[in-house]
């Protein structure tokens, strides 16, 4: 990674809403964070179904108000047949871009389907549209939570690259050597494609505390004791969150990186603030 001067992309991640309401207040989120011009927005998925059409929507939307827009794609659980007629789907609604990825099985949901890992779903994609679509995987600096070990992941890595990624998008972290030795080792094995750091503001800390449990990101000690000792006060948590994640940023960008992927929470607040004080968009 080398330092350049020139602006740093930055891409927001929104989850589809749920309810009217939820969209309205998502279509005001945007409009809010639109002045940040991202390079892209995109819109999780929930594997076996559960938002799948809350996803298309919410991309359709923001093509429609004139931004890049990426679905995620995750591909357990799905046949080969159900994934080609979604991809033509994808296609008709005026898509380029996909996040791949393997998602993870709902309690009580059946089997993997036809795809096992993210890399089969990308090399289906490139067999089955060429290079209609940039695609995205997914990256763990600090391992994913299934993997034997960290070697074993990046091989897995590797084989998504192999298979046609153009990029990938990191869980986030909070420890940024873990970031830098993923792409040192990555690129040691020969893949060279762009990692853009995931970036989640922290502004709630039981919420992060227990979301990291959960996927495999680490939350330094030093960061779970003063959120701890913060208890219920909100205000100090969140100004010790933004000068948390805009020194992680800082060093980040002082270090050449791509871009940053902006974990929303679809609200507009805490990435404006983030934002602001890094100086990037409007
Ligand atoms: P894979 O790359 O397939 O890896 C899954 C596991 O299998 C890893 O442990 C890997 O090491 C292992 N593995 C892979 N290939 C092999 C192999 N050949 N042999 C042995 N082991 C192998 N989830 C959603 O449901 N919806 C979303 O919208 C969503 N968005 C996400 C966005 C980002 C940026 C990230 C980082 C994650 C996202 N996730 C999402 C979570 C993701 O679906 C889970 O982390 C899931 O468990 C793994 O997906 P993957 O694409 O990374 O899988």
New binding site residues.
Partial sequence: MTHTNAPLPISM?FFPPKTPDGADKLAAVRQQLYPLKPTYCSV????GGSTQDGTLNTVRAILSEGFDAAP?F?CIGASKATVRTQLQQFKEAGIRRI??????LPSGYGGFGEFR???ELVAFIREETGDHFHIE????PEM?????NPQ??I???V??VKAGANAA???YFYNSDAYFRFVEEAEAAGAFIPVIP?IMPITNSSQLLRFSDA?GAEVPRWIRTRLEGFGDDKASIQAFGLDVVTDLCEQLRCAGVPGL?FYTMNQAGPVQALCDRLGLGA
């Fill in positions: 991640e999780t998925y929930g594997a995620h995750s996040v791949a990825l393997r998602g993870d890992y993210a890399s995987v997914a990256a763990y994913h939570p299934q993997a034997r074993a992941d091989k897995a890595y084989a998504k998008l990191t869980q995931g996927c992927h």
